[in-house]
């Protein structure tokens, strides 16, 4: 866990992932980026890079709302092992 992270309002997270704030809410509300403070609208570098890659599923690659969660599991999955790898 990176605790230096900045967190980004709402407005300024939508133009760093360049989707419109509406989109990254849509996410929000499926649960598929879990924000580092919803309450205040604040995004983390993370949330941003979590919510320009389900777009890109979506846009570029066709996937729908069904599989997303699926892919995003796999994906934490996969980063949780090369975390541990790497502590060996």
Do not use: Y
């Not at 979590?50 to 570029?60: D, K």
């Not at 599989?67 to 994906?75: D, F, H």
Request: some cysteine; hydrophobic content about 45%; overall charge negative.
């Amino acid at each position: 866990i990176m605790t230096s992270q900045k967190h980004h309002p709402l407005q300024v997270a939508a133009e760093k992932s360049g989707l419109a704030p509406d989109v990254i809410i849509r996410f929000v509300s499926f649960e598929w980026i879990v924000p580092v403070d919803w309450q205040a609208q604040l995004l983390d570098d993370e949330d941003i890079a979590r919510a320009r890659l389900i777009w890109e599923l979506q846009t570029e690659f066709g996937v729908n709302d069904e599989a997303v969660p699926i892919i995003l599991r796999l994906i934490d999955q996969l980063h949780c092992l090369q975390t541990e790898l790497k502590k060996r």
